[in-house]
């Protein structure tokens, strides 16, 4: 026996509305054909018009036969059972907006067993979304039913914008993790110093496209911290070929400079892939079921090491013989003290002060004005005149401490000379040029620095 059923919407189906059939039985002899008609009650042309995505990761490489009696009729057959499929599914998914009504029909031998062994779903069209804080915009794209996506599952749907503290909002309302294209994250290894310019960084994943239609990967790293993904953080795009399966892509950035927000642990990535065309400006971008289909994902990336303090003006000036180094803490967290340094080279620094924090217990969300000064010209007499006069007396320095001596003798020759030449209103390269920076140093005694910058003569 068998029987017939029609469902008509109120309005016709939108592109990507979906009807999810489930065969939740073991068999049992019945098939269901399923007709999708228009407004006027003709037949839809399948090919053209609806996509059919078989939804189940079977391990035994089987599903239900799937026939096409005609060019406007599906036909599922679970005459055989599958081995080792349970929950089996398919998605008909709509292309057009031509669908008003769908006809089921079911035959064949209906055993007591397998009555209720369908199960029907209507889903409404929605998109992927990015799970990052809101700052970072609400980009959407069509799944498909995973035919393109990153990892092993495809992005799910959702209705509304999700927005997380650490980009981890998604997939809270499937079994299965469809943020899973990146397994495994590598701090970024930084010193804790805003400003620190990395070296290399990558992040891998693995793509598989079998949309038909070829499609371009790209990711984006808020290196400045802006709470932003800005078109100059992306890494370089990533072709996915059609019929790619589970190729690995990599994104790499070189030599890009780190900055972020007092107490910073981390920041976030995103990574969208698409059939459109997809630009570098695109990472808050919707894309329309019209324009292509693909996924998001976003992932927070922590600091090897946090940014405890977030520096700003800094100067160092010469007046007379002596030198003057201010500089400006925008906030401060677990901070201990500030440490001095000079270089003649810009390289190798030496510490020449040291100034207490002034934020109560090492903490402030103020900005602190400090300022240090010294006699650079007796100071420089001092230094270097001892140094020396140890080195006179020979008092078993090792070689590598002899070198280190003689660094702070040039330096503090650079001082002296600094302390007696003017050219233009700044040291010059070879007469007398010292850099100056200021390192913060943690309770905890972990280090960050302040940008370099070069003393000028008043």
């Known amino acids: 026996a068998g029987s017939t059923a029609t469902v008509t919407f ?9 009807l999810i059939v489930g065969d939740i039985g073991d068999g049992g002899g019945e098939t269901v054909t399923f007709e999708f008609l228009d407004a006027a009650g003709n037949p839809v042309n399948i090919s053209s018009n609806i996509r059919v995505i078989h939804l189940t990761n079977d391990a035994a490489g089987a599903s239900a036969p799937l026939a096409y009696p005609s060019a406007t009729s599906i036909s599922l057959n679970a005459t055989t059972p599958v081995t080792g499929v349970t929950n089996e599914g398919w998605a008909f998914t709509m292309l057009t907006n031509s669908v008003k009504s769908i006809k089921l029909t079911q035959t064949g031998s209906i055993s007591s067993t397998a009555r209720n062994s369908w199960s029907f779903t209507f889903a409404k069209s929605a998109p992927d979304r990015g799970d990052a804080p809101a700052s970072y915009g609400n980009p959407s794209v069509y ?3 995973g ?9 799910d749907t959702e209705y509304n914008a999700i927005y997380s503290a650490n980009a981890d909002g998604d997939n809270t309302n499937n079994i299965n993790n469809d ?8 701090p970024i290894p930084n010193s804790g110093a805003r400003g620190q310019v990395i070296s290399t960084y990558t992040i891998a994943t693995t793509a598989s496209n079998r949309s038909g239609a070829n499609a371009t990967a790209i990711a984006w790293m808020d290196w400045n911290g802006n709470g932003m993904f800005d078109a100059d953080e992306a890494a370089t795009s990533v072709n996915v070929p059609t ?8 994104f790499t950035w070189n030599n890009v400079i780190l900055n972020g927000p007092v107490s910073a642990s981390g920041t976030f990535a995103r990574i969208i892939i698409a059939t459109s065309t997809l630009s570098t400006s695109d990472a808050a971008t919707s894309i329309s079921p019209g324009a292509g289909i693909g996924e998001i994902e976003d992932n927070f990336i922590p600091f090897a090491a946090a940014l405890p303090v977030t520096f700003g003006n800094i100067q160092a000036k010469m007046k007379g013989n002596k030198l003057f180094v201010n500089w400006q803490s925008l906030t401060e967290t677990n901070n201990d003290h500030f440490e001095i340094e000079a270089s003649a080279d810009g390289n190798r620094f030496t510490k020449i002060g040291e100034i207490k924090s002034k934020a109560d217990g090492g903490n402030s969300s103020v900005s602190l004005d400090y300022n240090f000064n010294t006699d650079a010209w007796g100071g420089a007499l001092s230094l270097s005149g001892g140094i020396l006069a140890l080195l006179g007396l020979g008092l078993g320095l090792k070689r ?4 280190g001596a003689v660094a702070i003798v040039v330096l503090s020759i650079a001082v002296l000379v600094a302390g007696c030449n003017k050219n233009d209103g700044s040291l010059q390269e070879n007469t007398g040029k010292i850099y100056i920076r200021v390192a913060q140093v943690d309770i905890d005694g972990t280090k960050s620095y302040s ?4 003393v000028v003569k008043e």
């Open 143 to 145: 799944s498909l039913g």
């Open 451 to 454: 940008r370099v910058i070069t």
């Open 243 to 250: 019929g790619s399966n589970n190729i690995p892509v990599t």
């Open 400 to 403: 590598r401490n002899l070198a």
């Open 147 to 155: 035919l393109l996506r990153l990892g092993a599952y495809g992005g």
């Open 179 to 186: 943020e899973d294209g990146v397994s495994s994250i590598t």
């Open 10 to 18: 109120t309005n016709n189906l939108s592109v990507l509305d979906q």
